[in-house]
């Protein structure tokens, strides 16, 4: 083979390969902004904005806080309590009572927001705290007051919201659950035991319905045969009448009725009559 033709196959090699520098038409250069993509600079400022939000609402919790007096006759209780409430950013303990008397005297000077009063202080109770509170309000107490207790009737527990008391909670709750009664309350609510309630005057009526069907259960004591003496009574029947009624002796009739006196502590037929009817005691229809 001579050089020409080594030349030839050169050059002709050479002008079908392709360019190196020539762009390539179907794949998108790197420099070409993505339009399916979002942008960091956008990402990064609205997290920068969301980071300043939560900043300014942390200060705000901080500037200012729910002010809370603490209401309750043990010490040990009250230390504990306070360092849980101010172990949160937007709560604040201002002051602290070891009885009735002086919560309400607290109350009415510092004018906190929240008022935890314990429901069983000696002395003075929290009830009685609530009422004292109620009536120097007409009705209608400045103060968020939320009971503590152990324990409550519902009796009570109808009591304390009638005189302006926001939430009751137990004490042996989870913390979470008071914290949550504390917003609650500071949000235009009504907390009792572990949930909010939005309709008072439905939750009232509803108690209040529970209540008196409990009362109407209620017996003192009674045997079933004595609550049909009673009903007897109630009924108008003299001793001989009712022993032949339920077929017994006028003896009988007489023994029953004095189980009957000391158990309910009256001392007559009238009176045992008129408690029969206001403790709504389940009497039998006599004809």
Not at 70 to 83: E, M, N, Q, V
Not at 218 to 223: I, N, Q, S
Request: aromatic share 4%.
């Amino acid at each position: 083979m001579d050089k020409s033709t080594d030349k030839s196959t050169l050059d002709k090699s050479h002008t079908n390969r392709p360019s190196l520098d020539r762009p390539s038409l179907d794949r998108p250069s790197l420099d070409r902004p993505s339009l399916d993509r979002p942008s960091f600079d956008r990402a990064n400022s609205d997290r920068a904005n969301i980071d300043r939000s939560n900043e300014k609402s942390n200060m705000e919790k901080r500037i200012h806080p729910i002010r809370i007096v603490i209401a309750d006759d043990h010490p040990i209780f009250r230390d504990g309590l306070r360092r849980l409430l101010e172990s949160e950013t937007d709560m604040k303990v201002v002051g602290e009572a070891c009885d009735g008397r002086e919560a309400v005297k607290l109350a009415t000077e510092i004018k906190p927001d929240v008022l935890l009063l314990d429901l069983a202080m000696p002395h003075h109770t929290g009830l009685d705290a609530l009422r004292d509170l109620s009536a120097r309000a007409a009705g209608a107490t400045p103060v968020r007051i939320i009971l503590l207790t152990a324990a409550a009737e519902k009796k009570q527990i109808v009591e304390a919201l009638q005189l302006g008391a926001r939430g009751v909670v137990l004490k042996d709750s989870a913390t979470q659950l008071l914290l949550k009664s504390i917003h609650a309350v500071m949000a235009g609510e009504y907390w009792v035991g572990r949930e909010s309630v939005s309709n008072l005057v439905q939750y009232l009526r509803n108690l209040m319905q529970s209540t008196n069907e409990e009362s109407k259960q209620k017996k003192f004591g009674l045997t079933p045969r004595e609550l049909e003496i009673v009903s007897a009574v109630v009924a108008g029947y003299a001793n001989r009448e009712i022993a032949e009624y339920f077929k017994i002796s006028e003896d009988t009739v007489k023994h029953h009725l004095s189980n009957i006196f000391d158990k309910l502590g009256v001392s007559t037929r009238l009176e045992l009559a008129l408690f029969a009817v206001n403790q709504g005691l389940p009497l039998k229809t006599i004809v």
